[in-house]
């Protein structure tokens, strides 16, 4: 238990903005590889804050969009922008059909390109508009999706992170350590129960809750072996970059099935 909870404080002070707990590291420096069966966890911890201002500022008056783009901006400043960061930088590489070498140039360059620019308006709006969705049905469905698809999408961005090599030696991803292929089964495990889980219980025992079970997913799943194919054919593995970028398109095609199942 207390090797778990460790590993969910070394994770969180990685993944978040949240203090660190110096005794976590008290045993010297940890991989962050071996922690990544907890991302879920970090998932809904860094979820349950902007979770719980999408329940309670509709009741306080609020309109359900503008209770959306606080939720949203809310979780990315407590990630500190780290899966955006990388979801601009790679989108900058990918789309713009360059070789490899050059794909990975531009990701480590701190400016941003169109691409980069387009893909973090798009992921703002998408998911502002898919939890404003939900919110007209039920403020409190909501923010169970918001903590689902949170746990979900760091579940299989550590997937990824064990099932790709690294495509950059000496890069973020590969100087932190990367997972186990047992490892990332657990984070992508974990994940997809606590999705489940919560979307059981936002849909309620009706065929609405079995779509909220699974609907997101199919929808992640889909989303994430797509995105498998394209770092595999345009880079042969996975860089930090890559990794932030699949736990924003997951997240976002998770809060899609979220929105089409309730």
């Not at 978040?16 to 970090?42: I, K, M, Q, Y």
């Not at 008056?61 to 601009?88: C, F, K, M, S, Y």
């Not at 989108?91 to 400016?111: E, V, W």
């Not at 998911?127 to 919110?135: E, M, Y």
Request: proline share 5%.
């Amino acid at each position: 238990m207390t090797a778990t909870l460790f590993a969910f404080l070394r994770a969180c002070a990685f993944l978040t903005r949240l203090p660190p707990v110096s005794r976590a590291f008290a045993s010297g420096p940890h991989p962050l590889g071996r922690d990544a069966a907890v991302f879920p966890l970090v998932g809904l911890a860094a979820a349950a804050g902007p979770a719980a201002l999408l329940a309670i500022l509709p009741m306080l008056g609020l309109g359900v969009l503008p209770a959306a783009a606080i939720a949203v901006l809310a979780l990315v400043a407590l990630t500190g922008a780290l899966h955006e960061d990388g979801l601009g930088d790679a989108a900058d590489g990918l789309f713009g059909h360059r070789d490899a070498p050059s794909a990975l140039a531009i990701m480590k360059d701190s400016r941003i390109g169109t691409y980069g620019a387009l893909a973090l308006t798009g992921s703002v709006l998408l998911r502002t508009a898919f939890l404003a969705d939900l919110g007209a049905g039920s403020p409190h469905a909501a923010a169970l999706a918001l903590l689902a698809a949170a746990a979900l999408s760091r579940g299989a961005m550590a997937w990824l992170w064990s099932a790709l090599p690294t495509a950059d030696r000496g890069g973020l991803a590969d100087r932190v350590g990367r997972p186990a292929a047992a490892t990332g089964l657990k984070a992508a495990g974990g994940g997809a129960f606590l999705s489940i889980a919560l979307g059981l219980v936002a849909g309620g025992a009706s065929l609405s809750g079995f779509a909220a079970a699974l609907l997101p997913l199919a929808f992640a799943a889909g989303s994430l072996a797509w995105l498998r194919a394209v770092l595999k054919r345009r880079l042969g593995g996975q860089t930090g970059d890559t990794l932030g970028a699949a736990q924003q398109i997951t997240e976002i095609a998770a809060l899609l099935g979220f929105a089409l199942a309730l």
